[in-house]
C-alpha cells in the first residue's frame, strides 16, 4: 500500500492548507483513514480520522478548524486546515489501517510562522 500526501508548506497564522493523500488501493479496503502529526519533541498523535462509515473523529485541539473529507472516485482523503496557529507546526503523515496494521505516508511539513 502507498499513500503519498502533498500539500503541506508554510503559512501564516490565521492561514489555511488543504492536504491530500492519494491512497494505492481502494478506501474502502480499509477501517479508517486519516492523520496523524508531530511536532519536534513530541509524540506522533492523532489530528483527524474517517472511517469507512464515514464517521470521523477529530483531536480536541483541531476541533471546528479541520474538517477531513474523501474522494471515493480518486482514493484521496483531504485535511482542511483553517485557521492555522503556531502550535499546528509538525509533520503531518497520512495513514489508513486495517485493524492494528496501519500504513503509512512519508510525511509533510507544516509550519505556521509570521
Known amino acids: 500500500v502507498q499513500l503519498m500526501e502533498s500539500g503541506g508548506g508554510l503559512v501564516q497564522p490565521g492561514g489555511s492548507l488543504r492536504l491530500s493523500c492519494r491512497v494505492s488501493?481502494?478506501?474502502?479496503?480499509?477501517?479508517?483513514v486519516g492523520w496523524y502529526r508531530r511536532a519536534p519533541g513530541e509524540e506522533r498523535g492523532l489530528v483527524a480520522s474517517?472511517?469507512?462509515?464515514?464517521?470521523?473523529r477529530f483531536a480536541d485541539s483541531v476541533k471546528g478548524r479541520f474538517t477531513i473529507s474523501r474522494d471515493n472516485a480518486k482514493n484521496t482523503v483531504y485535511l482542511q486546515m483553517n485557521s492555522l496557529k503556531p502550535e499546528d507546526t509538525a509533520v503531518y503523515y497520512c495513514?489508513?489501517?486495517?485493524?492494528?496494521?496501519?500504513?503509512w505516508g512519508q510525511g509533510t511539513q507544516v509550519t505556521v510562522s509570521s
Open positions: 495513514y489508513a489501517n486495517i485493524l492494528s496494521r496501519y500504513n
Open positions: 488501493e481502494n478506501i474502502f479496503n480499509f477501517n479508517s
Open positions: 474517517i472511517n469507512v462509515g464515514g464517521t470521523t
